[in-house]
């Protein structure tokens, strides 16, 4: 099946590595131009090469820290100059750190809330008058299968990802017209880095190895194992792509079946 992402301009933050590493990965498989956005230059450059290599794409790696407005426009502005404009952008960031709701300062809340939501208001913010000049797009946004079942110990995801589920739903009813689609994504346990680091908070915490919690959560997810990055991206890409054309305001858990909530 031709998806329709050949020649299709797309930014995907949060890109060096992880879930943001494989959608850009899975994109440019698909034959899209991609413009990789994370904070770390090194580590930037360093994936879009190799995912230039081994797709055969053209890629661009730029060092943006998502918290920084002046960033992601120069990330955006880069992306325009080098190929006109953008038809699609993954939103994404990396997790605040670890902790329950009233071990948090102001500065904290402040911070998490420019991390996930803002950035996610200036990504977008960008990228609309682009898609609308090009005749529509479509923009996927990554929380966490917390918006939907509280996650214990992870106060400030918990709480600000729901604002930025509720902010694509929102800006999926406000830009339909326009002909630009808007999704989210809800990832359970993901094997990445983030996770890994999560399981040894657990592990710390409980007295238990790392592998142990692994192993405990596994066993609750239906599908017995945690989901590999390659399976997120695969999903993020169907979402992106004309196979999903008359999808817009949807959340699809990529999760194992760990998420229980009937809605």
């Known amino acids: 099946m031709d998806l329709g992402l050949k020649g299709k301009v797309a930014m995907v933050?949060?890109?060096?590595?992880?879930?943001?590493?494989?959608?850009?990965?899975?994109?440019?498989?698909?034959?899209?131009?991609?413009?990789?956005?994370?904070?770390?230059?090194?580590?930037?450059?360093?994936?879009?090469?190799?995912?230039?290599?081994?797709?055969?794409?053209?890629?661009?790696?730029?060092?943006?820290?998502?918290?920084?407005?002046?960033?992601?426009?120069?990330?955006?502005?880069?992306?325009?100059?080098?190929?006109?404009?953008?038809?699609?952008?993954?939103?994404?960031?990396?997790?605040?750190p670890a902790g329950q709701s009233?071990?948090?300062?102001?500065?904290?809340?402040?911070?998490?809330?420019?991390?996930?939501?803002?950035?996610?208001?200036?990504?977008?913010?960008?990228?609309v008058p682009s898609?609308?000049?090009?005749?529509?797009?479509?923009?996927?946004?990554?929380?966490?299968?917390?918006?939907?079942?509280?996650i214990p110990n992870?106060?400030?995801?918990?709480?600000?990802?729901?604002?930025?589920?509720?902010?694509?739903?929102?800006?999926a009813n406000e830009l339909a017209g326009d002909g630009i689609r808007v999704n989210h994504l809800l990832p359970g346990r993901i094997e990445t880095d983030r996770i890994r680091e999560l399981d040894q908070i657990r592990a710390t915490a409980t007295g238990q190895t790392p592998a142990d919690v692994k192993a405990g959560f596994a066993k609750v997810i239906p599908l017995g194992r945690y989901g590999a990055p390659d399976e997120y991206g695969h999903a993020a890409v169907f979402l992106f792509s004309d196979a999903a054309r008359y999808i817009t305001g949807a959340s699809l858990q990529v999760d194992g079946g760990m998420i229980k909530a009937v809605m």
Do not use: C, H
């Open 131 to 150: 898609m609308r000049a090009r005749g529509g797009g479509a923009i996927v946004v990554s929380t966490s299968a917390a918006v939907k079942e509280p």
């Open 102 to 127: 009233l071990s948090f300062d102001d500065a904290a809340w402040n911070d998490a809330f420019e991390l996930l939501v803002l950035s996610a208001v200036r990504m977008i913010r960008l990228a």
């Open 154 to 171: 992870l106060a400030l995801s918990n709480v600000v990802r729901s604002a930025v589920s509720a902010l694509s739903k929102t800006m």
């Open 13 to 96: 933050a949060g890109a060096s590595r992880g879930l943001g590493y494989a959608v850009a990965r899975g994109l440019a498989a698909e034959g899209a131009v991609v413009s990789l956005g994370a904070r770390n230059a090194d580590s930037i450059a360093a994936a879009a090469a190799r995912i230039a290599t081994e797709t055969g794409a053209t890629t661009l790696g730029t060092a943006v820290d998502v918290r920084s407005a002046d960033a992601i426009q120069a990330w955006f502005e880069a992306t325009r100059k080098a190929y006109g404009g953008v038809d699609l952008l993954f939103v994404n960031a990396g997790g605040p």
